[in-house]
Nanobody, 124 residues
Framework: QVQLVESGGGLVQAGDSLRLSCAASGRTFSNYAMGWFRQAPGKAREFVATISRSGGNTYYPDSVKGRFTISRDNAKNTVYLQMNSLKPEDTAVYYC?????????????????WGQGTQVTVSS
């Protein structure tokens, strides 16, 4: 079981950038595909980004493609989400996630560990 702790959320203006970090415990971090999900008030949790175990492959939904970039540093047991050109509709609680099959199946059912979430608020 991997423990995940997010940081870096905050309140920004539309068009700004923000970088989220997710620190994971354990030396088995590199065995997990990693991802980010978000949940806005009154909405279902949705997939945002995922990255393969080695970091060689990434995948994004159309809603964030071209604006968000996921990356990982396995030596630091950390995954990042760089968010550029933020929009008010990006406002949500962002959750870091781990799962051995998460890259090939980027859905909540593939998540074995969740972070506690970090709030991102984008004002217009």
């Amino acid at each position: 079981q991997v423990q995940l702790v997010e940081s870096g959320g905050g309140l920004v203006q539309a068009g700004d950038s923000l970088r989220l970090s997710c620190a994971a415990s354990g030396r088995t971090f590199s065995n997990y595909a990693m991802g980010w999900f978000r949940q806005a008030p009154g909405k279902a949790r949705e997939f945002v980004a995922t990255i393969s175990r080695s970091g060689g492959n990434t995948y994004y939904p159309d809603s964030v493609k071209g604006r968000f970039t996921i990356s990982r540093d396995n030596a630091k047991n950390t995954v990042y989400l760089q968010m550029n050109s933020l929009k008010p509709e990006d406002t949500a609680v962002y959750y870091c996630a781990a799962g051995s099959l998460l890259y090939t199946m980027p859905t909540m059912t593939a998540v074995s560990s969740w972070g506690q979430g970090t709030q991102v608020t984008v004002s217009s």
